[in-house]
């Protein structure tokens, strides 16, 4: 590139466009990392949370002040120190103020600050509010030179990079938020136990894990629940600081009289919006997904009330809640990841122990700070305090000078070897501070300064008498909001997971034999009991019979169709056979052009292998495949061009696969990676065509192939066939089927 130079004599340089989109894209994450979406573990915040409190401050919206609207809040937030969007500012605030939301409030809201079914808060021209007694804590300090300040976008301002932080409110109250490449999702905590093993790792700085669980146990959210996830998994994520928590909804049984009951829930698992959850197990109610509800009932008042009615008396109410937890967000998995910056605004995962003693170490700091800040006013006061005393024991010569020299600053520094600052201070007495009882109110205050002067030095001096100070502060936060008071009181308590139910339970459905009929043209349908064969069923002028099946009423469906999907139906909810049955598109979404490639009984024990027609699969565990959604779900990633033909049950040890071509080629099965979506790996090489038929075997067993007549044959001597994954193979030897294919791969299909 030539260079040109612009009106004003800069001249243009040639880049990379490799190295500047890199600089500049690292540019951006940092920015969003450092300046947006990770908390600090010293004060817990973000960016817009600080400026939010500190803009509070500003506005002395203290507690014991009154409300202000939380539009001169915002206004103020994004005008003097956060130049964003004030919907985003507003959000961040009506959250530190919602009670089910965080843990330990920082806001004090006044107006609709929204709810747990997920309203939204009213807008900030309505809604007011003020710091809380917890926010407070969080600044306490900030004017005694605890912590740096940087100027603020406009440069204009000041800002604080830190709160002092006499809260561990990283903790306490969590955080939430995704950045570039990372994200962090911390759960709030009881601030009891915090305080506990913060006082340990003040005796004890490395303290384990387990010894630090014995007093934080796990999380503690604001919404309450059971935590059931065992002590074991606890104990590893707060070692490494990723992992996830399984927590419960509360509930109890209430009895009706005469053998009737019903279940309240009384706590919702947290962030799980109470008007969506309903929605949701009101709509598998109505599609029948929910078989052991009858009804969903919402009773709340202030307290949550949730009403779940049984279909039956005669059901188990542990069993009734079994189902729930596994069908609906009455169960939820809290996924952990204590990703924060650290001290130096270095990203980074932390275990308990490291985020307990990063704000240990930073409310040392701020101790140090402050008493050097204190020092220095005493120091500051007791040099005045010096040149008063010389004052008051010359007070005759003192006014004499002022009175009859032309410079008497100069002349009192000169003849009582004062300092500037002390000089300037006698100049500036008043006369009422001549009197003798403000001599004696001067002696005193000197001889307190010079006490707390001692003690200040001492206490800088001194490690020990630092973190003493430290657990004193800390024993007085614990008393203040420890589990003897209403908002300490831990909320989430821990129990052990029930057995895991069934979706559909085979107390209420009567477990008879029933064969399963699909056509050719998609039509569906269910005869009672098992047919001998598939040849006396009758179809629709122009269709004809395709998958023929034995199963059981209690049985799930697995449809595995072209477009790579597997969709589940439940057996007792087919339509009669009676009649010519109910098209497949009915029940689930299949798209036109689509077909199904298999159909065979749910076996949550069972992997299988499927693949593509341009020869591509993998193994999948047949639990991957469950889906009550109508859509199905994506197993097996297939092209516009390509479809999927082969879905079979992987045992035994080897693979054979067989081309258009004729082709066999035989592989270990360990050559197959086990996915739970995805493309898979190349099976078999073709020059024209695809793969025809796959099977899974054992070698010691021999490959058992069938044709259309169920006439089957074993084919054990196949050295010749064996290979390695993705070769072409050779023709496959004689005694095949003729259409190419290797017989049905289910045992219970006609």
Known sequence: MTKLDTPDQNPLQSVKLQEALESRYLAYALSTITNRALPDARDGLKPVHRRLLFAMRQLKLDPASGFKKCARVVGDVIGRYHPHGDQAVYDALVR?????????????????????????????????????????????????????????????????????????????????????????????????????????????????IDTLMESVKGPDFPTGGIIVEPPENLKEIYATGRGSVRLQARYEVEDLGRGMWQIVVTEIPYQVQKARLIEKIAEQ????????????????????????????????????MGVMF???????????????????????????????LEWLDHRKEVLMRKSRFRLDKIEARLEILDGYLIAYLNLDEVIRIIREEDEPKAQLMKTFKLSDVQAEAILNMRL??????????????????????????????????????????????????????????????????????????????????????????????????????GNDIKYKTGDQGKFVLHAQTTDKLV????????????????????????????????????EVVE?????????????????????????????TRRAGKQILNVSVADEAICCVPATGDSVAVLGENKKLLIFSLADLPEMGRGKGVRLQ???????????????????????????????????????TRAQAGRIRPKGFPSDGLMGPAFKNKL
């Open 599 to 627: 159909i065979f009984v749910y076996d949550e024990t069972r992997k299988l292998l499927v693949a593509s027609r341009s020869g591509n699969g993998f193994v999948v565990a047949e639990t991957e495949l469950f889906s």
């Open 326 to 356: 596994k069908q609906s967000d009455l169960e939820i998995r809290f996924a952990m990841n204590l990703n924060v910056l650290n001290a130096k605004g270095v990203p980074g995962v932390m275990g308990l122990r490291d985020l307990l």
């Open 96 to 208: 530190q103020a919602q009670d089910f939301a965080v843990r330990y409030p920082l806001v004090d809201g006044q107006g609709n600050f929204g709810n747990i079914d997920g309203d939204s808060a009213a807008a900030m021209r309505y809604t007011e509010a003020r710091m809380t007694e917890i926010a407070e804590l969080l600044l306490q300090d900030l004017n005694n030179d605890t912590v740096d300040f940087r100027d603020t976008y406009d440069g204009e301002e000041e800002e604080p990079i830190v709160l002092p932080a006499a809260f561990p409110n990283l903790l306490a109250n969590g955080s939430s938020g995704i950045a570039v490449g990372m994200a962090t999702n911390i759960p709030p905590h009881n601030i009891g136990e915090l305080c506990d093993a913060a006082l340990h790792l003040v005796k004890a700085r490395n303290a384990r």
């Open 685 to 723: 090489k073709y020059s024209d065509g695809g793969l025809a038929d796959a099977r899974s075997f054992a070698v010691s067993e021999g490959l058992v192939v069938s044709d259309r007549a169920g006439r089957s044959r074993v084919f054990e001597d196949l050295n010749d066939w064996q290979g």
């Open 285 to 320: 109610i109505q599609d029948r997904s929910l078989t052991l509800l009858d009804d969903i009932r919402d009773e709340s008042a202030e307290d949550i009330r949730l009403v779940l009615v049984p279909r039956s008396k005669n059901i188990d109410p542990d069993q009734l």
């Open 559 to 594: 449809l595995f169709a072209t477009n790579g999907r597997a969709y589940v139906l439940q057996a007792n909810k087919l339509p009669g056979g009676r009649g010519n049955g109910e098209p497949l598109s009915l029940m689930i979404d299949l798209e036109a052009g689509n």
């Open 432 to 533: 009422r501070a001549l009197r003798k009882l403000e001599e004696q109110t001067i002696r005193t205050e000197h001889k307190e300064l010079v006490t707390e002067r001692k003690a200040l030095q001492a206490l800088l001096k001194s490690d020990d008498m630092q973190w003493k100070l430290i657990a004193t502060d800390i024993r007085e936060l614990k008393k203040k909001y420890g589990p003897n008071t209403d908002l300490g009181k831990r909320r989430s308590t821990f129990g052990e997971a029930m057995p895991e139910m069934d979706v559909l339970p085979e107390t209420l459905v009567e477990k008879e034999p029933v064969t399963i009929i699909l056509s050719q043209k998609g039509w569906i349908r269910s005869m009672k009991g098992h047919a001998e064969n």
